[in-house]
T-cell receptor
Framework: GQNIDQPTEMTATEGAIVQINCTYQ??????LFWYQQHAGEAPTFLSY??LDGLEEKGRFSSFLSRSKGYSYLLLKELQMKDSASYLC??????????WGAGTKLIIKP | ETGVTQTPRHLVMGMTNKKSLKCEQH?????MYWYKQSAKKPLELMFV???????ENNSVPSRFSPECPNSSHLFLHLHTLQPEDSALYLC??????????????FGAGTRLSVL
């Protein structure tokens, strides 16, 4: 079966760095996405990786290793507004997005 | 504002009621999706429409009935639901369903409670 694993919850301090991991086993691979979802709001797109390596976008970076079935989202200089759930999703060979259950990130002052 | 609007935002219905969820996208996209989001569970894809044609129906019970009259509008008709159908229902749209890097844009969802 297809599976995406990510931690259920993480806590970090304002101004610090946090890394959210995602491992996947899917039927085929057509890219990996990270989305952010604040409570009661729509998920919003953060990043897309299809090749191995690191993609940097401001305070957020996303890394992919296809051989290991592994990705991480790195958030730097954490701000209180970064408190949200972070969803990892992989597009499989049928072009469907397979989603993880999300990681709830709690930022403390 | 994501360009995808869902109504209503909240809905409470009895098991014998019939109701409909509405989604509208203003992004000129060709694909639209219905997802179910339950607490601490992954998003479950329910239906996909690509160029107004249904391409996916992931073993969804017949008490959920989608309708896509045009590429900008998507409905989810609900009838004789069960309490376990209570969840957040999310609509999304994207430009090209079969493109690897195709980004989905989500509405804020309808919080459904079935009593």
């Amino acid at each position: 079966g297809q599976n995406i694993d990510q931690p259920t919850e993480m806590t970090a301090t304002e101004g610090a760095i946090v890394q959210i991991n995602c491992t996947y086993q899917t039927s085929g691979f057509n890219g990996l996405f990270w989305y952010q979802q604040h409570a009661g709001e729509a998920p919003t797109f953060l990043s897309y990786n299809v090749l191995d390596g690191l993609e940097e976008k401001g305070r957020f970076s996303s890394f992919l290793s296809r051989s290991k079935g592994y990705s991480y989202l790195l958030l730097k200089e954490l701000q209180m507004k970064d408190s949200a759930s972070y969803l990892c999703a992989v597009k499989d060979s049928n072009y469907q997005l397979i989603w993880g259950a999300g990681t709830k990130l709690i930022i403390k002052p | 504002e994501t360009g995808v609007t869902q109504t209503p935002r909240h809905l409470v219905m009895g098991m014998t009621n019939k109701k409909s969820l509405k989604c509208e996208q203003h992004l000129g996209h060709n694909a639209m999706y219905w997802y179910k989001q339950s607490a601490k569970k992954p998003l479950e894809l329910m239906f996909v429409y690509n160029f107004k044609e249904q391409t996916e129906n992931n073993s969804v019970p017949s008490r959920f009935s989608p309708e896509c009259p045009n590429s900008s509008h998507l409905f989810l008709h609900l009838h004789t639901l069960q309490p376990e159908d209570s969840a957040l229902y999310l609509c999304a749209s994207s430009q090209d369903y079969e493109a690897g890097g195709d980004i989905q844009y989500f509405g804020a969802g309808t919080r459904l409670s079935v009593l």
